[in-house]
């Protein structure tokens, strides 16, 4: 009497192609959401700054109503966020500031008119961020959009 043996074929697991598309998808998927992510940052800094510009505005615009000067000795908010690391310097302007949209000149600060601008730390779509004494808001990089970096 002769044994027979049965041979059992057991295909579990991943051929080395499968795995490899695999990764691919899953680090395509991971590029996506950190772009994603990072657009989302760079809004949500542009926001912040944004409100913060328009609050200093309308506190010098009360000033100037109280005093009749838009003189300031410092601005209550220098930085954007206004705890940790900044994204944006915030400050007066003490030269006129051309902003590339709209194509005008802001004004620079003095007892009756003032821009506001916040400069990015790093590298930003929009450039520097303006708002002057009558409301008018600017950006200066030269691709930058209004309607981009100061949605209504």
């Known amino acids: 009497m002769t044994a027979r043996f049965r041979t059992v074929r057991v295909s579990g697991g991943f051929t080395t192609i499968e795995l490899v598309v695999g990764l691919a998808i899953v680090g395509l998927l991971v590029a996506v959401a950190v772009a994603s992510f990072l657009d989302h940052m760079e809004r949500k800094a542009r926001a ?3 409100s913060a510009l328009v609050e200093l505005a309308e506190g010098l615009r009360m000033q ?3 005093t009749g000067s838009f003189e300031i000795a ?3 908010i220098t930085q954007s966020p206004r705890e940790g690391d900044p994204a944006y310097v915030i400050s007066l302007a003490r030269a006129p500031m051309a902003a590339s949209d709209p194509n005008i000149v802001f004004p620079a600060s003095t007892a009756q008119q003032f821009t ?3 400069v990015p730390v790093s590298e930003d779509a929009c450039g520097t961020l303006l708002i002057d004494h009558v409301g008018r808001v ?3 990089a030269p691709g930058g959009k209004l309607a981009d970096c100061w949605p209504r």
């Open 64 to 66: 100037h109503t109280r």
């Open 48 to 50: 912040q700054v944004r």
């Open 74 to 76: 410092d601005l209550p």
């Open 138 to 140: 600017g950006v200066t």
């Open 116 to 118: 506001l601008q916040a």
